[in-house]
């Protein structure tokens, strides 16, 4: 048996504690490409508490800092991914939203030029490396959504420098440096876990 196949089975027969840990895996990483020591490493660094994509030394408060603590299981955790093509923040878990507008109304085309309906706008809270907990503003709820989408200009209008360079797109706030590193994945795409919560 090779070692695609083994990993693959691992990955199916891992309890749902570990789903986020699939999903990620399999959204950021080439399956083929994976050893055995690698999908190893993967689940010792969930029992260890490790945490990923993040600055380890960066211990100040934030205004956003998006963390998985892997310490305390939560239901509320979710991939996004930080685009530099959509228009705006959208999500596609309603139970995301600590604030939400269901009164507000229009609809968003992509490149593909399929159209969905945005039946909602509100703000979203989410727990920081550091345990705070911040408020991503004006989310559009979109729940034909398939992945949620965090936008780079909206980022950028709230203050936070962008850099994308050599795989890796860096969140920086200008007084306190760097808040998230997301490394690219093999689909050209940059997923980051947020803690939502209530």
């Known amino acids: ?6 990993v693959e089975k691992i990955l199916r027969s891992l309890s749902p504690k570990y789903e986020y840990v ?5 959204e950021s990483k080439d399956t083929d490409a994976l050893t055995l020591d690698e999908i190893q490493s993967l689940s010792n660094d969930k029992e260890k508490g490790e945490k990923s994509n993040f600055l380890e030394k ?3 408060e934030t205004l956003l800092m998006a963390v998985h603590n892997k310490q305390e299981e939560s239901q509320n955790i979710y991939l996004w991914y930080v685009d530099t093509g959509c228009s705006n923040h959208m999500c596609g ?3 995301s939203f600590s604030y939400l507008n269901e009164d507000f109304h229009t609809t968003v085309s992509f490149r593909d ?5 945005v039946v909602g706008k509100g703000d979203i809270s989410i727990k920081t490396k550091n345990g705070f907990v911040e408020t991503i ?6 729940p034909a959504l398939k992945s949620n989408l965090l936008n780079v200009g909206q980022l950028q209008e709230k203050g936070y420098v962008i850099m994308i ?8 706030d200008p007084s306190r440096g760097a808040i998230a590193v997301v490394p690219m994945n093999t689909n050209r ?8 919560v209530q």
């Open 1 to 6: 048996m090779n070692d695609t196949t083994i």
């Open 22 to 26: 699939v999903c990620s895996t399999k």
């Open 58 to 60: 960066e211990e100040v």
């Open 93 to 95: 878990n309603k139970s």
């Open 113 to 117: 030029k399929s159209i969905v309906h």
């Open 137 to 142: 503003s004006n989310d559009f709820f979109v």
């Open 165 to 172: 360079s050599k795989g890796v797109c860096e969140i920086y």
């Open 189 to 196: 795409l940059f997923p980051l876990v947020i803690d939502c």
